[in-house]
Each structure stands twice: as structure tokens, then as C-alpha cells.
């Protein structure tokens, strides 16, 4: 099978992507990379009202990015587009492109109503890494109850640079590591006040770093009375220091938000790790031998402070988070994955491309009724 993977990343990300998708391929599975960030700024369609009016204004740089994704699709005669990271086509963009098209949901919740189901209906998957979306639905439940037969969920996956894959389990858990609890990630209000908990309970012994600019420390110093300044780090800094520390805490959106990058990054770089989302963490990791949880931020410096003396069991919970991701979740894995998703997705729906028109239920079903 061979896939088109059409997202949006910069610099040595962007670069990394590539690399790793070509890397996925196999006899089995082609995966073509195609980042369609440099056409337009994604901040211009993080949601669906503003990529609609880009495309009524016929804007060209979404008119340039349509016209070269058709030529690859075209030239490579792929059988899927796989599109991830904040779309940038517009439904009636897609309607008439004749291949199976899949989005992966990769920042829900947040993404669910501004850039998930307004494009459903020119969809003929999802792939969603959030298991949960409230307290009353899952994220399949609710992707049925929108009308999209095909919704699987599809774990994020970590990159070969953002670990080292190759590595010795008990060497790398068992390794000196200087730094006793690590937290990276960008500013985001409702995770500030527990940051600063942690931080003022645990102090030089937490290290805490992300995206922040002058105005959002001056924020959290004022707010919540950040006793320091956040420095953000590069990728190299952030798998060196990950691999430097011996737990790592994580804070999601919300408890129905499961499934960011701390998620997988922590255990694959041989750190334990201590998450909240504990009602639907275990469908991901296993609880008390991949992962501990936590409720509130008391339970969570306690729990900190407990495996921080207890360092064996520390070990054994990071050890085998690690031998977890690298089976399950390196990128390689759930690319292929990913794959078989698609494949069965086809066959469940009858798609070919000898069949343009059998694109998702709602327009066989209107096809039909004509």
C-alpha cells in the first residue's frame, strides 16, 4: 500500500518526518511524504470557518498547495492520503479527489469541533489518539454517533531521533541520572498553577522547561508565583535531558485529553512516569507496571516523592515503559499500523479507486436516493 503523508511541521522536524517515513517503508507499505506547511501559514486555518473563508477568497497559496498535492497524488498513484497536523483542505477541495482519504485527529480534544468533525463528511476515516472524549462517550462513540463508520484509534509513536530505539533496557534506566523529576512543555493556562505546585514542593529538584515567551514567565511569575524563568530547549537538549532524569510528570488538556508527545517520549527515553488521565491511561500503557497516575497535584508530589526513594521499583516501572514503546510505539510500528487501518477501512466500506464515487456512507446513500 502506499499512503501520501500530508503534514505540517518546520526545521528539523519537518526534516525528521521525512526521514522517518521513508524509513517506514518497506515491500509492504510506501509512505510518500508531503509537508504542506510552507504554502501557508497554519495559524491562518486552525479552524474550520477560517479555512472556509480562504477557500471562497480563492486564496493562492491554498490554490498553489491544492494544485501540487493533486499532482502527487496523480504522479505517485497512491492509494490514501493520510493527513495530519492541523488540515489545510477544505471539503469541497477533496470531494473531487479521487483517492481514500484518512485525517488523524492528533490534537483532540481540543481539534474535535474546530477541525475534526466540521470535515468529516469529506473523510472516508479517522484516526483519532485520544481514546476518550468525555465523560459520557469514547472518542469511537462519538465519531460513530458524528456518522463516520471508520474511526480507529492510532497512538502518536515516537522517532528514532527523539530516543535511541537500539538501546539497552537495564543500561538505560540504570544509567546515573542526575536530575530527579523533569517536566517540558508550552504554555498552556490550565497546567500552570500544578507546574508551580510541583515546583515549590520539589525545587531544585524538578527541572522545568518549554516554549515560553518573556510575557507568558512574566504571567506565571505574577499568577502563580513562578519562583524562575522557563527556557525552552531544543529537540537534542530534550532527549539528552530526558535521558538524564529519573521521573517525568504529565499533564494533559484534561482528563478526556490523553495522548500528547510527553505521553511516549518519557518511557522511551527510559523515564518514569507519572500522568494523570488515570481512567483511560491503561488502554495505552499498562498502570503500575508501565506507568503510575495520579488524581491531583497532592497525590502527585506524593507519589514523586515516594519512587524517588524507592529506587528499584522506579527502575522496573521505567524499564518496562521503555521495552512497551519501543515494541508498540516507535513510529515505524504504528505507521504500519496505521496502515492496516486503512486497508481494513476499505475493504469495510468497498472503497477502489475503480469506484470514486463510494466515498463515504452519506454520499453512497445520496448517490443512491438521485
Known amino acids: 500500500m502506499k499512503i501520501i503523508c500530508s503534514f505540517n511541521k518546520t526545521g528539523i522536524e519537518a526534516e525528521q518526518w521525512r526521514r522517518e517515513l521513508l524509513a517506514a517503508s518497506d515491500a509492504s507499505h510506501q509512505f510518500v511524504p508531503f509537508d504542506h506547511t510552507p504554502y501557508l501559514d497554519p495559524g491562518c486555518y486552525l479552524d474550520a470557518w477560517s479555512l472556509d473563508r480562504l477557500y471562497r477568497q480563492r486564496a493562492p497559496q491554498l490554490s498553489r498547495l491544492y494544485r501540487d498535492l493533486t499532482d502527487v497524488v496523480q504522479q505517485s498513484g497512491a492509494d490514501a492520503l493520510l493527513v495530519n497536523h492541523c488540515p489545510p483542505y477544505h471539503p469541497d477541495f477533496l470531494r473531487n479527489l479521487n483517492i481514500y482519504r484518512v485525517l488523524y485527529s492528533s490534537d483532540d480534544p481540543d481539534s474535535t469541533y474546530r477541525r475534526n468533525i466540521p470535515y468529516l463528511h469529506a473523510y472516508h476515516h479517522v484516526l483519532f489518539l485520544d481514546p476518550a472524549y468525555s465523560a459520557d462517550l469514547t472518542m469511537r462513540e462519538k465519531m460513530a454517533y458524528c456518522g463516520m463508520v471508520n474511526a480507529d484509534w492510532c497512538p502518536m509513536g515516537v522517532m528514532d531521533f527523539e530516543m535511541n530505539p537500539g538501546a539497552d533496557a537495564d543500561a538505560l534506566v540504570s544509567r546515573s541520572r542526575d536530575v530527579d523529576v523533569v517536566y517540558v512543555g508550552n504554555f498552556f ?182
Request: contains cysteine; charged residues 25%.
Open 189 to 370: 493556562r490550565q497546567k500552570l498553577e500544578m507546574i508551580a505546585r510541583v515546583k515549590r514542593a520539589l525545587g531544585r529538584r524538578v527541572a522545568i522547561h518549554g516554549m515560553f515567551r518573556a510575557k507568558h514567565n512574566l504571567y506565571f511569575m505574577a499568577r502563580h508565583g513562578y519562583p524562575s524563568w522557563v527556557r525552552p530547549i531544543s529537540f537534542a537538549q530534550r532527549t539528552s535531558l530526558y535521558q538524564r532524569a529519573k521521573i517525568g510528570f504529565n499533564i494533559h488538556w484534561d482528563e478526556y485529553g490523553l495522548g500528547n508527545q510527553r505521553l511516549y517520549l518519557l518511557p522511551a527515553n527510559g523515564v518514569m512516569q507519572i500522568s494523570d488521565c488515570a481512567d483511560s491511561i491503561g488502554q495505552i500503557f499498562e498502570v503500575g507496571l508501565e506507568v503510575e497516575t495520579y488524581r491531583n497535584v497532592d497525590e502527585l508530589i506524593g507519589k514523586i516523592e515516594h519512587y524517588l526513594a524507592n529506587d528499584a521499583r522506579r527502575r522496573e516501572i521505567a524499564r518496562a515503559g521503555y521495552l512497551r514503546t519501543v515494541r508498540d510505539y516507535r513510529f515505524r510500528t504504528v505507521m504500519h499500523y496505521a496502515a492496516s487501518l486503512i486497508a481494513r477501512g476499505m475493504m469495510r466500506i468497498g472503497w477502489s479507486r475503480d469506484t470514486p464515487h463510494a466515498r463515504v456512507p452519506g454520499d453512497r446513500a445520496e448517490q443512491r436516493v438521485q
